[in-house]
């Protein structure tokens, strides 16, 4: 009996761990399938479309924010509506485009981190990549 009780409190212990650490959200960023980047009309700016999809675990809705991380330049604008409001417990899928400068892209498949924020506070980052025109000299 007393073996049976200490499986059961380090379970309930552990089921208590995971459910008090769990993430808020949880994010999924794939680039579009079948692009592979497209230049825009003032032939500075390379823009690539990605899917989001956001599945919310909280008891409230979520207002959800995108940034580019570890500096760089960049826009990400939005598909449709501007703003991604995530229902609780349940999820959202957009489209949107970021926005480089050709100037800034050192490489073909480039490295790319955009930042989930949710009321100022930043709950993700998600890694992906930016892919972009080859050029040979470019240091």
Do not use: C, W
Not at 15 to 27: E, G, K, P, W, Y
Not at 124 to 139: E, R, S
């Amino acid at each position: 009996m007393k073996a049976y009780s200490v499986i059961l409190t380090l379970l309930v212990g552990v089921l208590v761990f995971l459910l008090a650490t769990r993430d808020d959200i949880q994010a999924n960023i794939l680039r579009a399938s079948g692009m592979l980047y497209q230049e825009q009309a003032d032939s500075v700016t390379i823009s690539n479309i990605y899917n989001i999809k956001l599945l919310n675990k909280t008891h409230k809705e979520l207002p959800v924010e995108l940034k580019l991380e570890d500096g760089i330049n960049g826009t990400i604008k939005l598909v449709g509506s501007n703003n991604m409001l995530v229902p609780k417990e349940a999820s959202l899928e957009r489209v949107f485009f970021v926005y480089l400068n050709k100037a800034d892209i050192k490489e073909r498949k480039m490295p790319l981190k955009i930042g989930i924020y949710a009321n100022g506070k930043k709950l993700d980052v998600v890694k992906t990549n930016f892919l972009g025109p080859f050029i040979a000299n470019k240091k």
